[in-house]
């Protein structure tokens, strides 16, 4: 059973930066794209970032390019985002997401995505 746990939320001030972790276990680390999403107050989930399987591939939303990377480290089973220059508009929970299969492409879609994390509250305060 794949499990994602995400650590590293929290309160910031707008311009402030925050490093989000998640922990995978279960299966393979190595093999599989992950991703990252957010759900804002009244809003629905959204697309942040992803990163190939082997993290030569990255993708964002357009909204965080210049500001947040996406990276994994393979060895550790973890995938990273971090977040620089943070604005009040990023304020949401953050998820992290792994696609069932083995892919040669960087899923960015939330069909695409079976295992998902509890979430980490990220506050930007203006």
């Known amino acids: 059973q794949v499990q994602l746990v995400e650590s590293g939320g929290g309160l910031v001030q707008a311009g402030g930066s925050l490093r989000l972790s998640c922990a995978a276990s279960g299966r393979t680390f190595s093999s599989y794209a992950m991703g990252w999403f957010r759900q804002a107050p009244g809003k629905e989930r959204e697309f942040v970032a992803a990163?190939?399987?082997?993290?030569?591939?990255?993708y964002y939303l357009d909204s965080v390019k210049g500001r947040f990377t996406i990276s994994r480290d393979n060895h550790k089973n973890t995938v990273y985002l971090q977040m620089n220059s943070l604005e009040p508009e990023d304020t949401a929970v953050y998820y992290c997401a792994a696609p069932p299969d083995y892919t040669d492409y960087v899923p960015v879609l939330q069909l695409q995505y079976d295992y998902w994390g509890q979430g980490t509250q990220v506050t930007v305060s203006s």
């Open positions: 990163i190939s399987w082997s993290g030569d591939s990255t």
